[in-house]
């Protein structure tokens, strides 16, 4: 190798790594959408959270929203001309106490409008002292969102036959119940919206937090899984304190109920990376092989008109 080569591929990496540093442009939703008409089941307030203050040691920052009671949606929608008809409800982690809104969330929906679809980020109730299950009030917003977006599926330009669910951490946690909890609503039905079926047609599950039940290390008795269960796409790291259990029970009860489904664990990245890169780590190329999943599974190509 030559040595202005080598000065040129030091340079390019220096440069690369500079990129990754350089604070993430926060984007706007296009609109934001309620996801109950009034007061969401069992709360007294309607507020649509408060943003934690930014983390020092983070570069670039990520916004963290707590105290929601008035769960709501964030919509964004890729380029007309790109758009597929596929839409995918984002479940933030945030381990319930807040809802990571862009390293979880608008950052993700970015990614799914490159690819033409049409990002729907829930910001979901978080942690309240009922003593309440914590996934009990996030899975309600979920199952209200999908059936909400199919209700609305021809005004929103939306596929009713190709909505999905994106999660991460406890959002992961959520959107697994979201997609194999859907032949029993978790509310009483209050209008219309809640007559479409909430079941999504496909999920990804991004290092979903605490599907195994830590004392008999089998899935929790609440994940129901069956032949009826959508197709899905699950990534974790060796190294997550999350253990890959999770998304490894997870698959092999979609395998043996015969549900198509893939798994990818890297060796190392740890946990709550989003879409960001991870020194040393190749798990931030996760939305590729995600991307490749569903074309696979034709969720990329345009609906015919």
């Known amino acids: 190798m030559s040595p202005n080569s080598f000065r040129f591929q030091i340079l390019f990496g220096v440069c690369q790594a500079f990129i990754f540093l350089l604070p993430v442009a926060a984007r706007e939703p296009d609109r934001v959408i309620d996801v109950w008409n009034d ?13 934690l203050p930014k983390r020092d040691n983070e570069n670039p920052p990520a916004t963290r929203i707590a105290r929601i009671t008035r769960p709501q949606m964030a919509v964004f929608e890729p380029e007309a001309e790109k758009k597929t008809g596929v839409a995918v409800v984002i479940f933030p982690g945030g381990a319930f106490n807040y809802v990571v809104a862009d390293k979880e969330g608008s950052e993700a929906a970015d990614w799914l409008n490159q690819h ?3 990002a729907f980020v829930l910001h979901y ?3 309240d002292d009922s003593g309440k299950p914590l996934w009990q009030r ?29 999660g991460f951490s406890a959002g992961g946690q959520a959107a697994a ?3 194999t909890r859907f032949d029993e609503r978790s509310y009483e ?3 219309t919206a809640d007559k479409a079926s909430c079941r999504p047609d496909f999920a990804m599950l991004v290092y979903p937090w605490q599907l195994v039940d830590e004392k008999t290390h089998v899935l929790m008795d609440e994940i129901q899984i069956t032949a009826k269960t959508p197709p899905a796409f699950l990534v974790h790291a060796h ?4 253990s890959s259990l999770s998304s490894l029970f997870f698959y092999a009860a979609l395998k043996k109920n015969g549900v198509p489904a893939e798994l990818h664990i890297y060796q190392n990245g740890g946990h709550g990376y989003g879409l960001r890169p991870v020194a040393g780590s190749a798990v931030h190329t996760w939305p590729e092989r995600a991307a490749d999943w569903m074309r696979h599974c ?6 015919e008109e």
Do not use: C, F, Y
């Open 39 to 51: 007061v969401a089941p069992g709360e007294t307030t309607r507020s649509a959270g408060e943003t």
């Open 116 to 118: 033409g679809v049409t």
């Open 125 to 127: 109730r978080t942690k």
């Open 138 to 166: 996030p899975m309600q917003d979920g199952q209200r969102a999908i059936s909400l977006i199919r209700t609305h599926a021809d005004e929103w330009k939306i596929d009713p036959n190709r909505i999905g669910v994106l």
């Open 177 to 179: 119940l979201v997609a």
């Open 189 to 191: 039905s209050s209008d």
């Open 239 to 242: 190294d997550d304190h999350a």
């Open 298 to 303: 034709d969720l990329l190509n345009k609906a």
